[in-house]
């Protein structure tokens, strides 16, 4: 059985900084092998894009909003980083990762099949 878990979050005051983490389990699950997405949602709106990297880490994309701010990588093993700076309030949801095997459409949350149970950041103004 395939499980992701996030882990990292918490509250922070705005300028600070918080690392996600999200890690793979499932004996046969080659994490390293699919790409993975974070998002985020806040109360009252969509899931929405936040970062993506490759399965080789080659390849990684950040909504706009945080482009600048965040950056998203992984290691050889079966962990994804998010490494989340110059924290905004409106940075403020839980946060989610989630996998797929390919790298297409990578910012639409309907293609992925592995999901996390989500870590809450908060941020203070």
């Known amino acids: 059985q395939v499980q992701l878990v996030e882990s990292g979050g918490g509250l922070v005051q705005a300028g600070g900084s918080l690392r996600l983490s999200c890690a793979a389990s499932?004996?046969?699950?080659?994490?390293?092998?699919?790409?993975v997405g974070w998002f985020r949602q806040a109360p009252g709106k969509e899931r929405e894009f936040v970062a993506a990297?490759?399965?080789?880490?080659?390849?990684t994309d950040y909504a706009d909003s945080v482009k600048g701010r965040f950056v998203i990588s992984r290691d050889n093993a079966k962990t994804v980083y998010l490494q989340m700076n110059s924290l905004r309030p409106e940075d403020t949801a839980v946060y989610y990762c989630a996998a797929r095997p390919i790298w297409t459409y990578y910012t639409n949350p309907r293609v992925y099949g592995y999901w996390g149970q989500g870590t809450q950041v908060t941020v203070s103004s």
């Open positions: 499932g004996r046969t699950f080659n994490f390293n092998m699919y790409t």
């Open positions: 990297i490759s399965a080789s880490g080659g390849n």
